[in-house]
C-alpha cells in the first residue's frame, strides 16, 4: 500500500499500535535518493519524495557549503534521520546504498555532473533544461544512449492539473480532432535570486528561452505531436535588472518574447512571455477540427479568493464541452509547481518499478530545447530560423 497522505495528515494515530495499523500505516520507502545541487528546487525534490513515501532521500552534494548546511539542518527539523552531506560528487553518486540520482544543479553544469552519474548506473532524474547549447544535449544523448536506469527529464508542467487535463482531452480523447494551432502565455515575476546569480547570465542558463521556457516548448511540441521545422521570436530585457550587476556583468537575459512555431504537420504554435507582472499566470489554448481549449493558472498575491485553475473545452456539436478547476488534494497541489514536480516523482518512482508512465524522455528534452535555443537565435539574429539548418550546424559543432 502506497502512503496515503490524506491519512497522515488528517487524523491521530500515535495511540494505535502498530498491530492495528492499515490505513494509518506509512509506507516505508523501498529505494534512496541522493540530491546533486541542494538549491530551491533540490529542495522542492527532497520534500516531495518524502511525502510520496516510497522513496526517501539519503544525502545531497552540493558545492556550496552555504545551500548544502542549510538543507541538512531543515531537513533534520522535519524528518527523523540524518541527511548524509558528500564531499564530493563521486562520493554521492557512487554510494552503493543509494538507488537514484536528482540531479538539481544550475544548467551549464548538467552535462558535467551526468559524465560522472552515468558512471553509477543509478537511475536518474535531470532537471529542465538537459543542457544550455544543443552540442552539450547532444553529448547528453551520446552518455545516455543505451542506459539501463531510468533517465527522466524534469519536464514537470506535464503533470500540472490543467496541462494534465488538457494532454488527456488531446492525445487519449482526441476531443479537438486535429489540433491545428497552440497558443502558450507565462506572465510573472522576475527570475528569482539563484545561488551565484546563474540565471541571468546567458552563458550560464542557456537564455530564459532556453532555461524557463523550455517548459512550454515542451508542452507545444507534445501537443502539437510533430517536429517543430521553424522559429521566428522577437524579445528584450524591457524592465528587469536595468541597474543589476553580478562580479561586474549586468544580465542579458530576456524579459519579454513573443515565439511563432511552425511544426512539420502543420500546426501554428505560439508563445508570450512576460517577467515582469506581478502575479504567476501561465495560459494555453488549443484549437482543433472539432474544438477549442482554454486552461490557465493563476496565483495573484490578492487576498481574496478564487479558483486559481481553470480548464475549459467546447466541442459544439461533436460531444460534451465541460467548464472545471482542475486540481490535486491540497496536500499535493501546494508542494511545488500545483503539484506537478509530486506527480514527476511518483512516476519516476513508477519507471523505477517497471509501471512505465509518460514522463519526459530525452528526446523530448531535446525538443524542448531546440525551440528555445532557435527562439533566442533568431531574437539575436532578427531573422526566422530553420530547424534542419540549426541541427546541422550543432552536429557540425560536435564533429
Ligand atoms: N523543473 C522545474 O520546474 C525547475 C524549477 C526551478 C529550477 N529548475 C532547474 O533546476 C536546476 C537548479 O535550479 P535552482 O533554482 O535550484 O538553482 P539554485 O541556484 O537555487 O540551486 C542550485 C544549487 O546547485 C549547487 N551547485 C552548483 N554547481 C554545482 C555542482 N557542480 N555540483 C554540485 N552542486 C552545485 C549550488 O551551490 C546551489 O546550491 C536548474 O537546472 C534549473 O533550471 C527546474
Redesign the pocket.
Known amino acids: 500500500m502506497t502512503n496515503n497522505n490524506y491519512f497522515q495528515q488528517n487524523f491521530y494515530s500515535e495511540y494505535l499500535k502498530p498491530e492495528d495499523k492499515y490505513v494509518f500505516l506509512k509506507a516505508q520507502p523501498e529505494f534512496k535518493f541522493n540530491v ?9 525534490h527532497i520534500r516531495v519524495t518524502m511525502l510520496e513515501g516510497r522513496a526517501a532521500i539519503n544525502g545531497v ?4 557549503q ?3 548546511e542549510w ?1 541538512k539542518e531543515a531537513f533534520e527539523k522535519e524528518y527523523d534521520y540524518e541527511l548524509h552531506l558528500y564531499n564530493s ?1 563521486e562520493e554521492a553518486c557512487f554510494d552503493p546504498s543509494v538507488d537514484g540520482l536528482i ?5 551549464y ?2 552535462l ?2 551526468m559524465k560522472t552519474a552515468v558512471q553509477s548506473g543509478k537511475h536518474i532524474l535531470l ?3 538537459m543542457a544550455t547549447t544543443i552540442p552539450d544535449v547532444l553529448a547528453i544523448q551520446d552518455l545516455v544512449k543505451d542506459y539501463e536506469g531510468v533517465f527522466q527529464i ?4 506535464r503533470h500540472k492539473p490543467i496541462y494534465d487535463e488538457a494532454l488527456h482531452e488531446v492525445l487519449h480523447k482526441k476531443s479537438l480532432g486535429e489540433v491545428k494551432n497552440i497558443s502558450l502565455m507565462e506572465h510573472r515575476v522576475p527570475f ?5 546569480q ?2 541571468k547570465f546567458s552563458k550560464f ?1 542557456g537564455g530564459t528561452l532556453v ?2 521556457c523550455c ?1 512550454y516548448f515542451d508542452l507545444m511540441n507534445v501537443v502539437a505531436g510533430s517536429k517543430p521545422v521553424s522559429v521566428y521570436a522577437s524579445g528584450s530585457l524591457a524592465v528587469n535588472y536595468q541597474d543589476f550587476e553580478y562580479e561586474g556583468e549586468s544580465s542579458d537575459v530576456v524579459d519579454q518574447a513573443f515565439v511563432t512555431v511552425e511544426y512539420e504537420n502543420g500546426v501554428k504554435g505560439n508563445f508570450n512571455l512576460c517577467m515582469f507582472a506581478p502575479m504567476f499566470y501561465e495560459e494555453m489554448t488549443v484549437c482543433g477540427s472539432k474544438g477549442r481549449i482554454k486552461t490557465y493558472e493563476n496565483d495573484d498575491f490578492l487576498p481574496s479568493s478564487r479558483a486559481n485553475t481553470h480548464f475549459e473545452i467546447l466541442t459544439g456539436e461533436n460531444g460534451t464541452s465541460k467548464i472545471s478547476t482542475p486540481m490535486y488534494p491540497a496536500i499535493i497541489q501546494n508542494s ?2 500545483h503539484g ?2 509530486y506527480y ?1 516523482h511518483k512516476y519516476f518512482v513508477d519507471n523505477i518499478k517497471g509501471d512505465y508512465k509518460d514522463t519526459a524522455t530525452l528526446e523530448e528534452g531535446l525538443w524542448s530545447i531546440v525551440v528555445g535555443v532557435a527562439a533566442e537565435e533568431s531574437i539575436k539574429n532578427k531573422a526566422v530560423i530553420n530547424i534542419e539548418e540549426l541541427l546541422n550546424q550543432s552536429k557540425q559543432a560536435v564533429e
Open positions: 546533486i545541487g541542494a538549491g530551491m528546487i533540490g529542495m522542492e552534494y552540493d558545492l556550496d552555504s545551500s548544502a538543507t560528487l540531479i538539481c544543479t544550475p544548467n553544469t548538467h558535467e555532473v532537471e529542465k533544461p524534469g519536464l514537470q508542467y528569482l535570486d539563484k545561488v551565484d546563474w540565471n542558463s532555461e524557463k517548459h511545488g509547481h506537478g514536480t514527476e
